[in-house]
């Protein structure tokens, strides 16, 4: 009995191997599925229209034509977004500039920062960078001053709308905060510079929520799109009506994010709540107590837009409100070149709502809609294979194309100039 119990023993370890190599094989198949590794390395997908523009930036834009090298660990758009949520960029350098404040004609009190560019720029003319933040973003957020620090360095100035409500120790001077589409403090800021700066010329850059706000700006009026050499959008989602349901969904999370955005929305408002919600102030009529209470319970941001947000401009509905402060139905009345660009793998933005920038590439020669296979939600962190670069491929890219855009006008304004010359001495 000895002798065959000590025979036995052997095989305990052997079963004990088995189970631990099961359980290896099992995380390393869910970490590759998790974080996306068997997903390709490739160049991103373009959509345009045949042209001399889009042939000339295909060749002045690198980036464009390119394989992106994502980390490893970042083929995932969750961690990409995270990533950023967390820690916005790495590195984050502090650039200097100047607070500006500008009082609107219902009170409020809208404040940008203005940076001086730290080179001469590429083709050694003024150009000002005229940025419009994400939702609830500034300018002290570290993704915008790692774009504006690198913007600088090429020789642009930059002007950073801090949207009302959203920077700490600003208190609003009316009841009202910044919403989804409006475009007032913007135009406000592009207002000054253009006074200001008169012979400057203007390169529009929004993120996230501010890519709806700057194409719904340039979009309401020809006359907003005077001294603008061109646009670039990234991360919007064109349209909050047809997101307003996918944004419920748990389909990639989005419920989750809706939550975590809705909270720290609640936060910024409730830190307004005296302005907002005081009796000090005159609220929108519409505006009431029961919606501070509202507030307190929302869990969603459709939820607060129901609620306080689109009674800032006394919209009757949250389907009104959405209709019409994004900037779907004024896409096609941009005539400037029009940068449109998403991640394929951005969890807060459906895939379904991609198929209007496509749309609108496959139409308009003035439009380019540029989808990466990977970058999640203003992410787009890329570098060796554990530690992500400080500058980003959206830094680089939007320097990049802005620096293309700068050269196509000095060229047709010098084949213009060649032209006329040598019509004149005919």
């Known amino acids: 009995l000895k002798m065959s119990a000590m025979l036995e023993t052997p095989e305990l370890p052997a079963v004990f191997d088995g189970v631990k190599l099961a359980a290896v094989a099992a995380v390393l198949y869910v970490i590759v599925r998790c974080l996306n590794l068997k997903s390709p390395t490739a160049p991103p997908e373009l959509i345009y229209q045949d042209s001399a523009l889009a042939r000339f930036l295909l060749k002045s834009c690198p980036l464009l034509t390119k394989d992106i090298p994502p980390l490893l660990w970042v083929k995932s758009g969750h961690i990409q977004t995270a990533l950023y949520g967390k820690m916005g960029r790495v590195r984050s350098p502090h650039p200097y500039g100047l607070r500006k404040y500008l009082t609107m004609s219902d009170g409020a009190t809208a404040t940008f920062d203005l940076f001086e560019p730290q080179l001469e720029h590429c083709i050694g003319e003024d150009v000002t960078m005229v940025i419009c933040p994400g939702i609830a973003n500034h300018s002290e957020k570290q993704y915008i001053r790692t774009f504006v620090d690198y913007a600088q360095r090429n020789g642009y100035r930059c002007a950073v709308l801090n949207h009302l409500g959203a920077l700490p120790n600003i208190e609003l001077t009316s009841p009202r905060m910044f919403t989804y589409g409006c475009t007032w403090e ?45 646009c670039v959008s990234v991360c919007q989602g064109y349209s909050a009506l047809r997101a307003q349901e996918t944004f419920m ?35 929108p009529q519409s505006l009431s107590d029961a919606d501070l209470s509202k507030l307190y319970t929302a869990t969603s941001l459709m939820q607060i837009d129901d609620n306080v947000m689109r009674k800032f401009h006394g919209y009757s509905s949250l389907k009104e409100y959405y209709e019409e402060e994004s900037c779907l139905h004024y896409l096609h009345r941009i005539c400037v070149p029009l940068l449109l660009v998403n991640a394929a793998d951005d969890p807060l933005v459906h ?13 308009r020669e003035n439009v380019m809609h540029v989808l990466p296979l990977h970058g999640g939600h203003l992410g787009f962190f890329e570098g060796s294979v554990l530690f992500p670069e400080p500058l980003t491929w959206m830094d680089k890219l939007v320097v990049q194309y802005a620096d293309a855009i700068c050269q196509w006008e000095k060229t047709k304004s010098h084949c213009s100039d060649t032209e006329q010359a040598v019509s004149g001495q005919e």
Not at 194 to 214: D, E
Not at 270 to 278: E, I, T, Y
Not at 351 to 363: D, T
């Open 249 to 283: 969904q748990w389909d990639q999370c989005r419920r989750f994010y809706n939550f975590l955005m809705a909270d720290n929305m609640k936060k910024i408002i409730l830190s307004h709540r005296q302005a907002l919600f005081g009796d000090n102030m005159k609220k």
């Open 186 to 230: 913007f135009g406000a800021m592009v207002n000054y510079i253009k006074k200001t700066y008169p012979q400057t010329q203007l390169v529009v850059v929004g993120f996230s929520l501010g890519g709806n706000i700057v194409c719904k700006y340039l979009g309401e009026s020809q006359a907003n799109q005077e001294r603008v050499l061109c």
């Open 351 to 363: 895939e379904s709502l991609l198929s209007i920038p496509r749309a609108l590439s496959e139409k």
